[in-house]
């Protein structure tokens, strides 16, 4: 076995739950700004489960893992609404709002400013917005989620880095 399958394989031995990679993720999203999301999908992706990130109003992050199919969106004890932002993965999947991510969006109005999920083709975003009235020019109360087109990975990264993967790196495990 050679020094990369090594790193895979004890990265497939990761605890997702542990305090170390909740720091991990938490950094990486940190460091994020949407070009870097990608690194969070990968992790996703390599462990097999859906995680979210809540970035709080006082800028906290709270992450959840999930299964390969579903992770809830669960305000967490102590954050201070509303949230910022919302990320989820879709691991081996695309970039799309299922519809239990609709839902969540739906009861998520007016405590949630901005969403993405991300997925194998890209990220996809969505922020809440007031929709103006066409006939009278003032703001309409119902609040709508905008809809956007799905952002290809590769398309965020043109001229911006060498290659993803020659610059992401993974935490340091042991077996």
Do not use: C
Request: hydrophobic share 40%.
């Amino acid at each position: 076995m050679d020094e990369n399958e090594k790193t895979i394989s004890r990265a497939l031995l990761l605890d997702v739950e542990s305090e170390y990679s909740r720091e991990f993720v938490i950094e990486q999203a940190k460091q994020a700004k949407q070009e870097n999301w990608h690194y969070i999908y990968l992790l996703s992706q390599l462990v097999s489960r859906e995680v979210s990130i809540l970035v709080d109003s006082n800028d906290n992050y709270w992450v959840d893992w999930g299964t390969i199919g579903s992770v809830e969106l669960s305000p967490p004890v102590g954050a201070v609404l509303p949230f910022k932002l919302w990320v989820h993965t879709h691991p081996s999947n695309t970039a799309y709002w299922s519809i239990t991510d609709r839902n969540s969006l739906e009861i998520a109005k007016g405590i949630l400013e901005k969403a993405m999920v991300l997925g194998e083709n890209g990220s996809l975003t969505t922020m809440l917005h007031s929709a103006k009235s066409l006939d009278t020019g003032m703001m309409n109360s119902d609040m709508q989620w905008t809809e956007q087109e799905v952002i290809p990975w590769p398309s965020i990264y043109v001229g911006k880095y060498q290659r993803v993967y020659d610059t992401f790196e993974l935490p340091k495990f042991t077996l």
